[in-house]
């Protein structure tokens, strides 16, 4: 469990326990010598860290032969760091497996599609599925576990880092031994089962013998979707295997310790994050603004709502994110004066008990070494290390927060990573119409106007649940929208969903398949648009990528009717009771038009005064403690909030309103009542 940061004058970590607001970075010894050690120590407790992540790459600096363990400088280093009440959350370092095992174990490198290995030099060079990596994972991590397992510097475990960020798929002969393995267990061993899922009957691609079933490689053409979807399981399934290995071994030697290891939400990629954040204790992300995304912060926020919704109410952390530019974007545009504090701020307003950075001290050479880092390397005299060091002190200001949560929001994104999966996959009507895409474009949406939002596996209580996209989904999927529909929830779900099941097989009867009654429609076709098309709405919305022939049933209301465009004259958007279909894809204005109409209808609270547009304004409570409103202004002109109480970044009582200027950051501890 989490415990906040004693206040000034209280011991600076209480033993064995994580601090809260955890505030640090990740931090690599290995590329510096003994005195540097020391001064970093020193400035780390001049900047307020009170955390760093340790480890993360320093296998071959603790193995640097096989079975050859020297610890002597890992062991420095956490003794320096305890001394100096920092705490230690200690990785394992498999991301990074050493030259050495590559060496002796090429078999363990990945391969791609079409066959071509990937060499060693760089890290997550290596196969989920190989035995030899497992097993040589699985030493290292018990060999640090017993040695550190009840360090009291150590007070959480980090495992690995960034899974299948580099190596999210392989299809080496090892992997398609485990993915047939995979597939019997999955399939009962019936691989008649397997040929129906995958409708192999197309093109006679039919299986006699599970010896023929391979990896989707690379071919003379398509492929079918259901081995494509049961191939992204499986490699899935393969990352989360090794994490759980090591998961286990940490909990054996070190009891009571979080283990964690760092998510990536915002890439939306084939890691299924529902699954994967019910087997750690602490949920921790990693968060990288796209430098020259305009609205960068709207992009903060769906991580963060997402990140919170992993949560589901345990407690989570941003693990990294950069103080001033990255160094793997196409041109990395560094971070305006103050950017630094918005982003990390903006991360605790919605949730987080903790923001860390990648990284500590700037590396000097290696691929990273353009990142910016909380020491620069023009060390002390900076502007970044200024900010870094005032933020430290911001984030102490900030104890009383800890521990609070965001109250459930009225309004969820449904996130289903393998429709997601299932409709980005190639041979679809558009490429254009990505799940992904739609999904970011609703958050956004969302985050401009101010209408705070939970991201969500499931409907659950919410009072407005948006479904911008469902291609393929389950009976019980349908299921659950349809008694979330019965039970007075206002649901609006977007264009070609309801199609096909978990395998890509199309449901049968008319579209929309599984969702054609709770919706009280049939589509008739569907009309993709040719590149840069638009469609106009007779309600003044516009839509891009999509439309469709939709026939409402009797009873089904029709809000808004294409003007132009193939499907002219026919409905757009209809409503069937509280169930609402649009069948275009509305570009950014139409739905800053449409969402508030959906909300007040719902019942929604408006956002308050003065959220929106830049201004993000949310709410953490804890009951018996109090609330606390926190204004991020991303704009460039003063913001008008309405908010009573203590700021506490200033000490200043306000009521009413605050003016929180462009910029910067308002934290207050509302008045009760």
Known sequence: MLTPVPRPGEPHLLRGRVPRPAFGADYNPEQWDRATWQEDVRLMREAGVNLVSLGVFAWSWVEPEPDVFDFTGLDEVVALLHGAGVAVDLATPTAAPPRWFSHAHPESLPVTADGRGLAPGSRQAYCPSSPVYRDRAARITRRLAERYGDHPAVVMWHINNEYANGNALCWCDISARAFRDWLRTEYGDDLDALDDRWGTGVWGMRHSDWEHVIPPRTSTGALSPGLWLDFYRFCDAEHLACFRAERDIVRAHSPGRPVTTNFMTSKLGLTDYWRWAREVDIVSNDHYLMSEDPD???????????????????????????????????????????????????????????????????????????????????????????????????????????????????????????????????????????????????????????????????????????????????????????????????????????????????????????????????????????????????????????????????????????????????????????????????????????????AARAGCTPPVQGAGHGVEVVRRSAPGRGTWLFAVNHTRHPARVAATGVDLLSGVHRSGTITVPAGEVAVVAEDSG
């Open 296 to 598: 960068r912060g709207a992009d903060l926020a769906l991580a963060a709502d997402l990140t919170r919704g992993l949560a589901d109410g345990r407690p989570w952390m941003l693990m990294e994110h950069s103080t001033s530019a990255v160094q793997w974007q196409p041109r990395n545009i560094a971070k305006a004066p103050g950017e630094m504090a918005r982003n990390t701020l903006s991360h605790l307003a919605r949730g987080a008990d903790g923001a860390m950075f990648f990284q500590w001290r700037q590396s000097t050479r290696g691929p990273e070494k353009w990142h910016s880092a909380m020491l620069p390397h023009g060390g002390e005299d900076t502007r970044i290390w200024r900010e870094a060091k005032a933020l430290g002190g911001t984030v102490a200001a900030l104890a009383d927060v800890a521990g609070s949560t965001c109250p459930p929001a009225e309004i969820a994104l449904l996130l289903d990573y393998e429709a997601m999966w299932a409709l980005e996959l190639p041979h679809r009507p558009s490429s254009d119409l990505t799940y992904s895409g739609v999904l970011r474009d609703w958050h956004r949406a969302l985050w401009t106007l101010g209408l705070f939002c939970d991201l969500v596996p499931a409907p659950g209580e919410q009072r407005l649940l948006l479904v911008p996209s469902l291609y393929a989904l389950s009976a019980g999927t349908a299921r659950a929208l349809e008694e979330y529909a019965a039970g007075g929830g206002h649901l609006v779900v977007g264009p070609f969903s309801g199609l096909t099941d978990p395998h890509d097989r199309v449901h049968p009867g008319s579209y929309p398949g599984a969702l054609r009654d709770l919706l009280g429609l049939r589509v008739d076709e569907y009309l993709p648009l040719a590149a840069g098309q638009a469609v106009q709405l007779d309600d003044g919305s516009a839509g891009r990528v999509w439309a469709e022939r939709v026939l409402p049933d009797p009873g089904t209301e029709v809000e808004a009717r294409f003007t132009d465009g193939p499907a002219a004259g026919g409905p757009a958007v209809v409503r069937h009771g509280d169930v609402r279909y649009l069948a275009t894809r509305p570009d950014a204005a139409s739905l800053l038009r449409l969402l508030p109409s959906w």
